[in-house]
């Protein structure tokens, strides 16, 4: 499997602010995934990173609010827009590289409270 | 909608016992799972997996079992050791979902030395 890296790893900020979480990847991947774990909740897709177009949004997410790039295949960066509290979550980039195998492996997150 | 349940939000076990993480699924549609495990301040990590041709899979310690008819999946470790302390997900997918695995809101493990 891959390794995979997040910065910030936490960060505290004002409402109506931006964050941009940058993801790295050791390899090459072949898909690109930015999740969120709100408190006590389960993950849940906010859409997956395509290199070199735009990335696909889940029902719920935007583009407006979660803007995100994957300018080569081993990096990816997730943009949380105007924030608010409601905002404050983990957020998870993940990676595999065979979809028939279905195995994905996760970035250590980046946890963001919105004042 | 939640897809995937985990209904026991925290599981207690002594040391060198069996812990059973059960999870349930509503879509008939999916056709693979998996268990993924999660330490404090750290991504979840694949742990095992099962598609539904098979109503069993084993890894060592890890035993996953898969009922169809039930919607049902347990995971089983056998002998819990201390370090197995961590936060339990199922997911589901299929391909009716493309991409989205359905993660469950995990089960809190604590194995007592």
């Known amino acids: 499997s891959a390794v995979i890296s997040q910065k910030p790893s936490r960060d505290i900020c004002q409402r109506g602010t931006s964050l941009t979480i940058q993801c790295q990847v050791d390899?090459?991947?072949?898909?690109m995934f930015w999740y969120r774990q709100q408190p006590g909740q389960s993950l849940t897709l906010i859409a997956t990173a395509n290199q070199g177009s735009e990335a696909t949004y889940e029902s719920g997410f935007v583009i407006d609010k979660f803007p995100i790039s994957r300018p080569n295949l081993t990096f990816s960066t997730l943009t949380v827009s105007n924030m608010s509290p409601e905002d404050s979550s983990i957020y998870l980039c993940s990676g595999y590289r065979d979809l028939n195998i279905g195995e994905q492996f996760f970035g250590p997150g980046t946890r963001l409270t919105v004042l | 909608d939640q897809q995937v349940k985990q209904n026991s939000p925290s599981l207690s076990v002594q040391e060198g016992r069996i812990s059973i993480l059960n999870c349930d699924y509503t879509?008939?549609?999916?056709?693979?799972f998996l268990w993924y495990k999660k330490y404090p301040a750290e991504g979840p990590t694949f742990l095992i997996s099962?598609?539904?041709?098979?109503d069993k899979n084993e890894d060592g310690r890890f035993t996953v079992f898969l009922n169809k008819s039930a919607k049902h999946l347990s995971l089983h470790i056998v002998p819990s050791q201390p370090g197995d302390s961590a936060v339990y997900f199922c997911?589901?997918?299929?391909?009716?979902?493309?991409?989205?695995?359905?993660f469950g809101t995990g089960t809190s493990l604590t194995v007592i030395p």
């Open positions: 390899s090459q991947v072949t898909m």
């Open positions: 997911a589901a997918s299929g391909t009716h979902t493309g991409n989205q695995f359905y």
């Open positions: 879509n008939s549609m999916f056709d693979y």
């Open positions: 099962i598609s539904s041709i098979k």
